[in-house]
């Protein structure tokens, strides 16, 4: 069964709309990703799951419940917010039961619960401590925990982590991805940065311009993308992108002598899609002219130029290449991807 379900949901302000027409469940226990780019209508889309908006059209069930309609405090959710929306003038005990407060829950209940979702967080030290005395991941955990403490069977979480340091960030990703896992809760988390959608998510939806661009795993989403967006947006650096053109021998990368990607025609139509990891030097293969290195420890980044397109490839190590230097690319036939030059959608060579 699914723990959440949408189901033609719009919503538009006047002539604005944000989001266009989005169909998709999410199963009990699993962790859900809205990514993509600002303004795609991903924070939307979980201000219309938590009711603080109403869809235009369409249907919003949790459970067996149809909650389109119904106001925040009727769904049974808990949410935690960018900001973390702590009181400045409560400590932390107070910020985590400040909700079952006001649902005026059983009080004997209380002090159990809170102990048990303190203990979890590692919140115990510092419950009489006042939230402009703790650090900013401390301030997320007191967020979290006030939303565990509700029992609630969905959680929602607006990019949670984007106010913290990039080394926090990822401590915070491992802890929060644990903490969904141990309490099998269904957990939707909205995101920009793929990063956290590919390691924390069961399944990612990648939105564009209000609409669903694909709905997937994350290791299908990599190892799959159906538009040239998809294959851009995930990975890092993104895939790149080569416009193809006809020879007497298939389809080659335009501007340059060969060797064929493919046999066939209707190169004007089609653009090679390669991951920059999956391009090795190599004495056989494509000619190219080294523009750029960087290198960053564990890998180095190149960008060349091969013909009239310009792409990266990510090498391990660090290679003694300078701007100039020609060297030959080549890259394993599997890893090809080929993309429709006027849709961006997926194809495959006859």
């Known amino acids: 069964m699914a723990a959440i379900s949408l189901q033609g949901i719009t919503?538009?302000?006047g002539e604005a709309q944000a989001v266009k027409g989005i169909d998709f469940e999410v199963k009990s226990g699993d962790f859900t990703v809205l990514l993509g780019p600002s303004g795609c209508g991903k924070s939307t889309t979980l201000r219309l799951i938590a009711g603080l908006d109403i869809p235009t059209t369409g249907t919003i069930r949790i459970g067996e419940r149809d909650?389109?309609?119904l106001p925040p405090a009727q769904r049974k959710i808990a949410m935690v917010f960018q900001s973390y929306a702590l009181f400045p003038h409560l400590n932390v005990r107070d910020n985590i039961l400040f909700g079952v407060r006001v649902r005026k829950e059983p009080k004997q209940d209380f002090?159990?619960?809170l102990k048990r979702v303190a203990d979890i967080l590692g919140l115990s030290h510092l419950l009489d401590r006042r939230p402009g005395q703790l650090s900013g991941g401390q301030q997320q955990r007191v967020a979290l925990g006030r939303a565990i403490i509700a029992d609630a069977p969905v959680c929602l979480m607006d990019e949670p982590l984007s106010n913290l340091d990039a080394q926090l960030r990822q401590e915070?990703?491992?802890?929060?991805?644990?903490?969904?896992?141990q309490l099998n809760m269904t957990m939707i988390y909205v995101t920009h940065d793929q990063t956290e959608a590919m390691s924390m998510a069961d399944q990612v939806i990648l939105l564009r311009d209000g609409k669903i661009e694909q709905n997937a795993p994350p290791a299908e989403l990599y190892a799959q993308p159906a538009t040239v967006f998809a294959a851009r947006f995930i990975g890092t650096p993104p895939m790149?992108?080569?416009p193809l053109v006809q020879s007497a021998g298939g389809l080659v990368i335009e501007?340059?002598?060969g060797p064929a990607v493919t046999t066939g025609s209707g190169g004007e139509q089609w653009q090679l899609g390669l991951r920059p990891e999956h391009?090795?030097?190599n004495e056989a293969g494509v000619a190219a002219v080294v523009e750029t290195v960087e290198y960053f420890g564990a890998d180095t980044i190149i960008?060349?130029?091969v013909g009239d397109a310009a792409l990266l490839v990510r090498v391990p190590g660090q290679l003694s290449l300078r701007a100039g230097d020609r060297v030959r690319l080549n890259w394993d036939a599997k890893d090809q991807y080929f993309f429709d030059r006027q849709t961006g959608m997926r194809r495959h060579p006859n």
């Open 11 to 13: 919503k538009s302000w």
């Open 67 to 69: 909650v389109t309609n």
């Open 111 to 113: 002090e159990p619960r």
């Open 172 to 181: 915070m990703r491992r802890e929060i991805r644990a903490l969904q896992q």
């Open 240 to 242: 790149n992108i080569l």
């Open 255 to 257: 501007g340059s002598d």
């Open 279 to 281: 391009i090795t030097l």
């Open 303 to 305: 960008g060349a130029k």
